[in-house]
Every structure is written in C-alpha cells, then in structure tokens.
C-alpha cells in the first residue's frame, strides 16, 4: 500500500535528508587510497549520532553496518570490511538516516583517487540518469515514465541498466510501496500522487546488466565483473513537481 505522507512529515524527512546529506558529504571527502570501508562505515555512524540521529540501515535484515561500501564490480548493498581503497577503484557509498521516526536514503558514486575515463563516464552518466529520472518527476506522471527516461539516456550511452532492483518508496520504513525500477515503458505503471515519497536510485553497468548475488549473502556484484556506479535521492511529490530532500 502507498502510503500518502502529510506536509508535517515531509518537513521532518527534510530534516533528516539534510543531516544525511551532510553526512555523506563528509564520507566522500575521507575516501582515498589506503583508508579502509570499515573506517568509512565507522565515521559514518559517529557522525548520524552526532546529528542526534540513527542509522537507518544498521540491524535492517540483519545488516551489521550503517554504510553499504560497494567496490567496483559491487554495485549495491557492499559490506565494509578491513579492504583498503586503492588509486583506480570507485566506491559506491549508500547511507540511510532515522530521524524522528522517519529515513531518508542516499547514494553515490566517487572515485578513488585517478580513475580510468571509462570509469569516470560511467559515474557521470549514473548521476545524470539520476538528474534526468528527478525532473521528469510530477503528479500524474507513471513509475514507468521515470524508468523510460532513466533507461533510454543510460543505454544510449552504451551501459546497461540494472533489471532486478530498484528504487522504492519510503517513510517509517525503510522500503516501502511503490518500487520504482529504473526501465520501463511510457505511460504505464502507477501514477504518482502529491505527498508521496519515493527514492529514485539508478544502477548503471559497465557491461552486461544482469547481476549476482555475493557470498557474503548481501552484497550484489555485475555478473561479468565489469565495474558498476549508483546514484539515489529521496524526493517527496509536490504540487508542481517534486522536492529533493536528501540536499544540504
């Protein structure tokens, strides 16, 4: 069920999205050769606390950590470990935040130090497909507009587009109804509302779209091994379009 949120809740989103884009901007700043996720993920969950805030991901379906620190082919849910970043790796960073009851979920992509070209236009196409998927945003349009417009512009550029998972709504819960996938056709799908909330979060490859599941049990990788980039913001549905609440 999709759940409807009211402008008071919005605003306390908005709270939360600030304080965890603050945060990951400060994670994104520590990342350079030699440091480890595991350092990452630590400074992380200090600074949501210093906000006076939770991890929102820590303890979620037995997730031990606040980070998800995804590596190179590791294109989501990566598990922070003793690894140390090396020059030419890209990591993905995704956080989530709880503050006064309610996440907020963001990602992005960042390189590690000098990075090949392919890599560096893969992050920009990733975050463009992200910038593209948010302004086709308003009341009335469907979910499959948003992946039609995400899907299109990525595989124009030769990636490929992550098939078997998606964005999501949000709110007290960390996933909630609708899914927001990111390829679809025009026109179809659920049309969004005013006051909903959602995540918008493409997963762009290198290679071959398809993915698999790690040993870990968690993480999930590009099949082929090639490198994957992943970008999100939440985004509350407006009157007029729509309103990104994950901005400093």
């Known amino acids: 069920m999709v759940s409807i949120k009211t402008q008071e809740e919005i605003a306390i989103m908005a709270e939360g999205g600030k304080i ?62 003793k690894y140390a970043l090396q020059n030419g790796d890209i990591i993905g960073l995704d956080l989530g935040v709880k503050w006064r009851g309610y996440n907020t979920d963001m990602a992005v992509t960042v390189p590690v130090g000098e990075v090949s070209f392919e890599a560096q236009r893969l992050m920009q196409v990733t975050k463009k497909a992200l910038r593209l998927g948010i302004k086709k945003v308003r009341p009335g349009i469907t979910i499959g507009d948003i992946g039609n417009t995400i899907q299109r512009f990525v595989e124009d550029q030769a990636f490929g587009v992550v098939k078997d998972l998606c964005g999501h709504g949000i709110g007290k819960e960390v996933h909630e109804d609708p899914q927001i996938p990111n390829y679809g056709d025009r026109h179809k799908g659920l049309k969004l509302q005013e006051g909903m909330v959602i995540c918008i979060e493409p997963m762009v490859t290198q290679g071959t779209w398809q993915i698999k599941r790690a040993k870990d049990g968690y993480s999930f990788a590009t099949r082929d091994g090639l490198l994957g980039a992943h970008f999100e913001h939440t985004l509350a549905i407006t009157k007029d379009g729509c309103k990104v609440l994950t901005l400093i």
Do not use: W
């Open 20 to 81: 965890l884009a603050t945060v990951l901007k400060e994670i994104e700043k520590m990342v350079a050769p030699g440091i480890t996720t595991l350092q990452l993920d630590r400074a992380a969950e200090a600074l949501i606390l210093k906000h006076g805030a939770k991890p929102a991901f820590k303890g979620y379906e037995g997730f031990g950590y606040s980070l998800c620190a995804s590596v190179n082919d590791v294109i989501v849910h990566g598990l922070p470990s």
